[in-house]
């Protein structure tokens, strides 16, 4: 697969079962996604791997910071189930003279972007997950997050449903993102 078709074919997967890609090769995925863009080479982040019971933890977590009747804790607690693996995205920004925060955060959407092509080029479904629950302080607490860190959500993977193709993407308008300030660029030009 080269990049174009890997980047085509990619679609988050939202129906996925077991199994998921194991430690060893979830590191392997991750050594490569950390050959991403990063301004100071600073990698200001860090993941958090969920299995098993661990999703259960975090349901729990969330539950109570979503709060509500006993049936609606119950569907939040059971959200975290949805995929064999969850990879929580940790952002651990630090003060640095030259990179503000704002592109710590850019380096670190680059990793995770560059893993979910790893892990779809492997034949591993994902889908990034966020959420109001996402950096609330039960679920915080139970990543055991420093003050300083905050939670970017989950990369739900596991077996995408070969049965469940995901709908074709809409058209997009590539030249209305494009501008130029001497040649026109655009419709017509
Ligand atoms: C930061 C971020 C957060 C996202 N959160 C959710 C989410 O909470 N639930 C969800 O179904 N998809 C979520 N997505 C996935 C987008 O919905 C998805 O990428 C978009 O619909 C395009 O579909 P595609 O990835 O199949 O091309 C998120 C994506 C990003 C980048």
Do not use: F
């Not at 997967?13 to 600073?42: F, K, S």
């Not at 710590?104 to 994902?126: D, F, K, Y």
């Not at 889908?127 to 109001?132: F, I, K, L, S």
């Not at 049965?163 to 997009?172: F, S």
Request: a positive charge.
């Amino acid at each position: 697969m080269n990049v174009e078709q890997t980047v085509l074919a990619r679609r988050s997967a939202t129906r996925l079962t077991g199994p998921g890609p194991d430690d060893r090769e979830l590191a392997e995925l991750v050594e490569l996604a950390m050959t991403a863009p990063d301004h100071g080479r600073l990698s200001p982040w860090r993941l958090v791997v969920l299995r098993g019971d661990e999703r259960r933890l975090l349901g729990e977590a969330m539950a109570e910071a979503a709060g509500g009747e006993p049936a609606d804790r119950e569907r939040t607690a059971a959200k975290p189930l949805r995929a064999p693996l969850l990879i929580t995205v940790v952002l651990c920004p630090r003060d640095h003279p030259k990179v503000p925060r704002w592109e710590q955060l850019a380096a670190t959407v680059c990793a995770v972007q560059t893993l979910i092509l790893l892990l779809h080029e492997r034949g591993w479904g994902s889908v990034w997950r966020t959420g109001a629950l996402t950096d609330a302080p039960p679920v915080r607490g139970v990543l055991g997050l420093a003050d300083t860190e905050q939670s970017l959500g989950w990369l739900y993977v596991g077996t995408p449903d070969a049965r469940r193709p995901a709908a074709p993407r809409p058209p997009v308008d590539a030249r209305s993102k494009l501008s130029s300030l001497l040649a026109p660029v655009g419709p017509g030009a």
